[in-house]
């Protein structure tokens, strides 16, 4: 049988079919910088990276390769840089990480990443971190720990998800931006008499949808209860569950038809052709814009919903990292170089030369240069510099096997299938399915 | 499996069968028409592939039974620990609500092709083997889908599937109606919509084998049956189909294992959920992908492996009374 490397699970997948890469073993013999100290010369350090997407703007492919060049010039350590397609790193980071993984790879915050802090197949690196953790706010610091309270991740990029609208279509209908829940409701109304779709839900791909259960729940139940029932220590069955699924049936009737059957960028192409109104999506969206009319794009925070929670301003903003990993067996060797390449990971300069290609992505350093973000960027990072509690997408923050296909995906597709029907017995099967899933380590 | 060794007794095993001769052959087996170079290179060409069988098939087929026992996340050495006993198998059975539809839809596969996509192809083959015009242009249009990867069939049934840019809907009128129907997503008819995209490649397939099958009819059987007075029909169903036995065998063999092992379309429409589970894609969630359940997903590959022995048993079994009879 033949197995297929196309798996888009997780939100960071843009644009395009990437071709199917083949991981290579990382068999980079270091010329120098024999010795772990830091004050050693020139050194060479291997990097996996699932950076394999490319777009009009370059994409995060040529900004990988621009940010080796850059460090190769400023340290003279030599970078190898192995760069695997996205869906497919992610498909097999365990066997990559048990095998003979790169001294430093690309991955996410969250639980993915504290899961493989525990199981010991990532390297801390509270040493750098605490070189450099001036320069990210104290939602980043809280985000790369893990639950051993070390330090695994140094912040890259973000993106927070919000409401997405096209201006013009604001304008020519003169909507105002909808800051309750009742203007929302109201603001849809209108839109259906406008012949309009109200919101453009397209959850084909499954994880879509997870993003409005994330932000329905954080504004109803507030951050605490959202990461607790995401690590199975809350119940599915909870009532305030079931306020959740009923909350989202008030809107899921302005749902565009074919939800189910609509790929995201189908649904954003709904957005773009003026048939819909907004649409819930991360800030990646925008690539899915033609460069003339991504200055018409604009977002809205999803609205408050008159709870003591609509404080917190949380939301989901998935952080990307660079790690260390374990068993990389030159990494003894590479050590000084590893911890040097990090460190200049850490520099806003440096992430900046990421955005370049990857407009779609935050840099998350403070001192990453603002006055190079384009109007959109500028918000972005507002709203979420606002947010109090920040997390970091359903499929992030709890366990892989719970949120895919054969999980939470498929219940939220059930649940669309029927919005208005009683919520109830779908959360005993959620609640039955996380019961049967083996303890994780 | 026979051993070469029998074949100059086996003209006295088809002539007596008591006893006395059985002691014969016994004793005659020693005299070996073969030399040692014979029996080196006969035993290597039997032992290298016997060998790559054992070590590529038996062995992770084996494991997967092993690991099917376990709850092993694919992640650091198995211990004790891990070993659950049947707890997979309790789950799977009991509890996992995604193993009957995958299990049932698996089985409605088997049905669709079985009863629609192969009788359709071989009603092709038929067509195309009466030497009408243009015939080689028919059978490239129609072999042409299986040249392409199933990979590849369903991009090309996704884009024609699309909800509001896909052909069908447009062609139908139903995107300016606005009352679009949602092949894919569409848990009560997606499955259709993928069996539909399958047969595409699958009824081509099998036209090319059941042609090659009909081209190898003694065309005297026609003539015979013509002369004995009977219909096209009737020529077909009592003198072709029964003279082409061998090659039914064979279709049915095929549409069996291309429908157990049916994976890439479910896969690439959306993973295998939704109203596409099928077997295949549950192990490949649950033990290729990030979720790392190899313990559980072993012990649905075990299951489908079980069902898998059924059609090998009997094909085999029907292969071997041939081979002896």
């Known amino acids: ?441 | 499996m026979a051993e070469p060794t029998t074949t100059p007794a086996a003209p006295v095993q088809a002539d007596a069968r008591t006893g006395a001769v059985a002691a014969v052959r016994r004793r005659r087996r020693r005299y070996s028409l073969l030399t040692r170079r014979d029996k080196m290179i006969l035993s290597l060409m039997v032992g290298i592939p016997l060998v790559l069988d054992l070590i590529l098939i038996w062995l992770p087929a084996v494991a997967s039974v092993g690991l099917s026992f376990t709850n092993w996340s694919g992640i650091g050495p198995i211990t004790s620990e891990n070993i659950v006993g049947i707890r997979n198998y309790q789950v799977l059975f009991t509890s996992y609500i995604f193993f009957r539809p995958a299990l049932a839809h698996n089985l409605i596969w088997l049905a669709f092709l079985t009863l629609i996509s192969t009788p359709f192809g071989m009603f092709l083959a038929v067509l195309l083997d009466r030497e009408m015009r243009g015939t080689r242009i028919y059978q490239s249009i129609f072999f042409l889908p299986v040249v392409l990867a199933l990979v590849v069939v369903g991009f090309i049934w996704e884009l024609q599937y699309a909800p509001n840019e896909g052909f069908i809907n447009n062609a139908l009128g139903l995107t300016r109606s606005g009352h679009i129907i949602d092949w894919l997503g569409n848990p009560r008819i997606n499955l259709f919509a993928a069996l539909v995209a399958a047969s595409w490649r699958h009824v081509g397939y099998i036209m090319v084998l059941y042609l090659a099958g009909l081209k190898s009819v003694d065309p005297t059987l026609r003539e015979a049956a013509a002369i004995d007075g009977a219909n096209q029909r009737q020529t077909f169903f009592r003198v072709v189909f029964p003279v082409m036995a061998p090659i039914n065998v064979i279709i049915v063999v095929v549409t069996t294992i291309e429908s157990l092992r049916a994976f890439d379309i479910a896969y690439i429409i959306n993973r295998g959920k939704n109203g596409l589970e099928l077997l295949s894609t549950l192990i490949t969630n649950n033990s290729i992908s990030e979720a790392s359940l190899v313990g559980f997903g072993s012990a649905i590959a075990v299951v489908l492996l079980v069902i898998s022995l059924v059609p090998i048993i009997l094909y085999m079994s029907r292969v071997m009374r041939n081979m002896t009879a």
């Open chain 1, 1 to 441: 049988m033949g197995y297929l490397d196309l798996t888009r699970r997780d939100v960071l997948k843009i644009g395009g079919y990437a071709s199917v890469a083949a991981f290579l073993a990382a068999c980079s013999r270091g010329t120098g910088g024999g010795s772990a100290s830091t004050s050693s010369g020139p050194g060479t350090v291997s990097v996996g990276s699932n950076q394999s997407d490319t777009a009009a703007t370059g994409g995060p492919r040529k900004g990988m390769a621009d940010v080796t060049a850059a460090y190769q010039q400023a340290t003279g350590d030599t970078v190898k840089v192995n760069t695997v397609d996205h869906g497919t790193f992610q498909d097999q980071i365990s066997s990559y990480l048990q095998g003979t993984p790169e001294d430093t790879f690309t991955w996410f915050s969250g639980h993915r990443m504290r899961f493989f802090a525990a199981q010991g197949l990532a390297t801390p690196v509270d040493d750098v971190w605490n070189k450099v953790k001036g320069n990210f706010t104290s939602a980043f610091a809280e985000a790369v720990k893990a639950d051993d309270g070390h330090v695994y991740g140094i912040p890259v990029d973000y993106y927070p998800w919000a409401v997405f609208y096209r201006k013009s279509v604001f304008q020519q209908h003169n909507y105002q931006i909808p800051t309750n829940w009742d203007d929302f409701k109201a603001l849809c109304a209108q839109m259906k008499k406008d012949g309009l779709t109200p919101i453009a839900m397209a959850d084909k791909d499954g994880w879509p949808a997870q993003g409005t259960f994330d932000i329905l729940n954080l504004r109803l139940n507030g951050y605490e209860f959202h990461v607790n029932l995401l690590n199975g220590k809350q119940k599915w069955t909870d009532s305030k569950v079931t306020n959740v699924f009923k909350k989202w049936a008030e809107i899921a009737q302005f749902y565009n038809e074919g939800v189910a059957g609509m790929t995201w960028q189908q649904g954003a192409d709904l957005l773009i052709q003026k048939k819909a109104g907004m649409t819930l999506l991360g800030l990646f969206v925008s690539q899915q814009f033609q460069a003339s009319d991504v200055s018409d794009l604009d977002f809205f925070p999803f609205p408050d919903l008159g709870t003591q929670y609509d404080a917190e301003k949380a939301l989901d903003a998935p952080i990307d990292v660079m790690m260390m990993s374990k068993r990389s067996p030159t990494l003894s060797k590479d050590m000084a170089a590893a911890k040097r390449y990090l460190e200049f990971w850490a520099k806003g300069s440096t992430q900046v030369t990421m955005y370049k290609s990857a407009p779609g992505f935050i840099p998350a350093a403070s001192d990453a240069d603002a006055s190079t973000f384009d109007p959109l960027t500028k918000k972005a990072v507002q709203i979420v510099t606002q947010a109090k509690r920040i997390t970091q997408f359903f499929d992030r923050d709890s366990r892989p096997d719970y949120a895919g296909p054969n999980g939470m995906q498929q219940f939220l597709l059930n649940f669309l299938a029927n919005p208005s029907a009683n919520p109830t017995n779908l959360q005993s099967t959620m609640q039955q399915f996380w019961d049967s899933l083996p303890p994780e380590k």
